[in-house]
């Protein structure tokens, strides 16, 4: 019974520490909260199958490979051109070194100052970067929406 209490409390920090890591870009949020799920099946609480901790794993993946991609995917969808996505790209990496606020405000500027470069229109250019800025939004939309699924599971797993 003890071991159970301590992995619940231990799991209650991997879930903590996910649903974090949905704002603050350093902290990998839909992993620690799949982490959460896995700690709670090894006590008397939980009983997942294993196709649901195989699907929850690859839907963990998934969204956060699309994480990385969509300030990208935003930048084309409003506008942006290659040079665009390139500073976007550019701007992203950067941006992981001035954490938290880089990662938000890096695809932004680097859409904004490639299309710069390249020669279009101030005005195309900022679009571009709003188009980034809406692809990390919806990113990070995904991670709290997948977190907060991992935190109803883990929640009820307790209850039931």
């Given at each position: 019974?003890?071991?159970?209490?301590?992995?619940?409390?231990?799991?209650?920090?991997?879930?903590?520490?996910?649903?974090?890591?949905c704002?603050?870009?350093?902290?990998?949020?839909?992993?620690?909260?799949?982490?959460?799920?896995?700690?709670?099946?090894?006590?008397?609480?939980?009983?997942?199958?294993?196709?649901?901790?195989?699907?929850?794993?690859?839907?963990?993946?998934?969204?956060?490979?699309?994480?990385?991609?969509?300030?990208?995917?935003?930048?084309?969808?409003?506008?942006?051109?290659?040079?665009?996505?390139?500073?976007?790209?550019?701007?992203?990496?950067?941006?992981?070194?001035?954490?938290?606020?880089?990662?938000?405000?890096?695809?932004?500027?680097?859409?904004?100052?490639g299309?710069?470069?390249?020669?279009?229109?101030?005005?195309?250019?900022?679009?571009?970067?709003?188009?980034?800025?809406?692809?990390?939004?919806?990113?990070?939309?995904?991670?709290?929406?997948?977190?907060?699924?991992?935190?109803?599971?883990?929640?009820?797993a307790?209850?039931?």
């Amino acid at each position: 019974m003890f071991v159970d209490i301590l992995l619940v409390i231990t799991g209650l920090c991997f879930l903590g520490g996910g649903l974090l890591g949905c704002i603050l870009p350093v902290i990998p949020g839909p992993s620690l909260c799949y982490v959460s799920l896995l700690v709670l099946q090894c006590t008397r609480f939980a009983d997942f199958s294993v196709s649901f901790l195989v699907i929850t794993a690859v839907v963990t993946l998934v969204v956060m490979a699309v994480d990385y991609i969509l300030p990208v995917w935003g930048t084309r969808k409003w506008g942006g051109s290659r040079a665009g996505t390139i500073g976007a790209v550019i701007g992203l990496l950067v941006g992981l070194f001035f954490l938290p606020f880089g990662i938000m405000v890096g695809p932004f500027t680097g859409a904004v100052v490639g299309e710069l470069l390249s020669g279009r229109n101030a005005d195309a250019a900022f679009r571009s970067g709003f188009g980034s800025f809406i692809g990390f939004l919806f990113g990070t939309c995904l991670k709290v929406t997948l977190c907060l699924l991992f935190t109803f599971y883990f929640i009820k797993a307790l209850i039931v």
